[in-house]
């Protein structure tokens, strides 16, 4: 396999009804820009807050020009309100491991090489080695070397515990077992990861890690990624678009003249 899968699977819900049971507390009034999207006002409800900017201190902006100007101000600790959940798959631990290496924003929750047993796992080829035959030759070579590795070591371990297998409980001789097993596994092996974030820290994931031409599987997941959550909440990611090299996959660009 070589192209991501995501799916979006958590999206916020936003009480309406309570905020503006809030303001009418205050005598106050929030004139709302048709089509706005639950995260877009979420975001907005809370910058306003900020400056109760509601009723008569509310000005003419619209929603994307009022999230636009948090932005321009350095104002996005705000867009930390807007988060989403995505199931992301046809991935390697290659990947993940840069993934995981952001710590502000996100939370993960991956598939466990200890729990799980890989002797049916797939692999994700570096999409770069489909114009290489024999470079993917290579590569598909080595991956079954390492699948018999992985089958064999879990069979002989399997068979015959070792030393270990008098002090340990079934569960935890499983977890030993595969442990070793799965260290012959390789960067390609195929993994699954939970992943939830909020649009500020997206937005420096697609910053960091969306234009780095090098890169492509981190690519096409922050491209992937990037529409998603462009699609949830436009105002938000209005000054990221994705354009393609000449291989056809996507980058990021960002552009701050919105
Ligand atoms: C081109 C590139 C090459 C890389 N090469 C390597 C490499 O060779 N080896 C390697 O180990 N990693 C490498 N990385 C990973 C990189 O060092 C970061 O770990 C990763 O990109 C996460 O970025 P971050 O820390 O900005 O994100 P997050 O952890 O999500 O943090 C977000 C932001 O919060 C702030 N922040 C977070 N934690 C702290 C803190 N403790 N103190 C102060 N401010 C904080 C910073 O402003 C940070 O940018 C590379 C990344 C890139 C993009």
Redesign the pocket.
Known sequence: MTTPKIRLIGRLQVDIAEIAAFLKDQNLEWRRTPGATIPEELVEVAGRICYMSFGSAQSPRTNRDFIMNLITQGHESVLEHASWTFLITNISRAFTH?LV??????AFSQLSQQYHDERDAEFVMPAHLESFPEAKEAWEKAIRTTLQAYSSINALLSQNGGPMSEDLEKRELTRAIRSAARSVLPNATETKIVMSANAR?LR??FQ??GT?PG?IEMRLVAAELLSIVANEAPSIFLDFRIDHLLDGSPIIRRHRST
């Open positions: 840069q290496r952001h710590r502000v924003g996100f820290a420096h994931f960091v890690r780095i890169d």
